[in-house]
């Protein structure tokens, strides 16, 4: 959603961008003599190109190539299906892996076991795959110094959690 917001800011800029230099120009152009005006003229011409230049590579940054990126990825996370995968189509049938076959892949979804054969390209995303990535990301951040800021946070929830149950034997002492 942020990356839209910038591509369309940045492409906004580069619009208004072109229209001031294209309006300074024309302005320059009735000002200044035929002399100047020729020299002005030459410059409006090596602008446009530059600016459109500028715009094509904004673009190429901004949309084509995370796209692309972002292809990469679905194409090979369709690839690298296993069996026992949890996996989710494009119209949004949630189901197990059973079986792999070249292009197409064989799911079981539903309590009554249904299976179902679908497409790999219908494939959007890979719900284990994605929570084993998760834990490895979980379990691959703490090092030492994160474990043991974590153990410290535990021992503070252990007072806590010891002051808590002093309050609630106290008000079950007063209660009685």
Request: charged share 30%; with cysteine; glycine share 8%.
């Amino acid at each position: 959603m942020n990356k839209k917001i910038f591509t369309s800011l940045a492409a906004a800029a580069c619009t208004m961008a072109m229209a001031g230099s294209t309006a300074l120009n024309a302005f320059a152009e009735g000002e200044a003599g035929s002399a100047s005006g020729q020299q002005s003229g030459g410059m409006s011409l090596l602008s446009m190109p530059l600016m459109l230049i500028v715009m094509f590579v904004l673009l190429y940054f901004m949309a084509i190539r995370p796209q692309k990126k972002r292809d990469r990825e679905l194409k090979e996370m369709q690839e690298s299906l296993q069996v026992g995968d949890e996996i989710v189509t494009g119209g949004g049938i949630v189901g197990i892996v059973v079986s792999v076959g070249e292009d197409t892949v064989v799911i079981e979804t539903g309590g009554a076991k249904h299976k179902l054969r679908i497409k790999n390209w219908a494939i959007t995303e890979n719900v284990s795959a994605a929570e084993r990535i998760k834990e490895a990301k979980a379990s691959g951040k703490k090092s030492s110094a994160v474990a043991s800021a974590a153990v410290v946070d535990d021992d503070d929830d252990d007072e806590a959690d010891k002051k808590s149950k002093k309050k609630n034997k106290k008000k079950d002492d007063e209660e009685e």
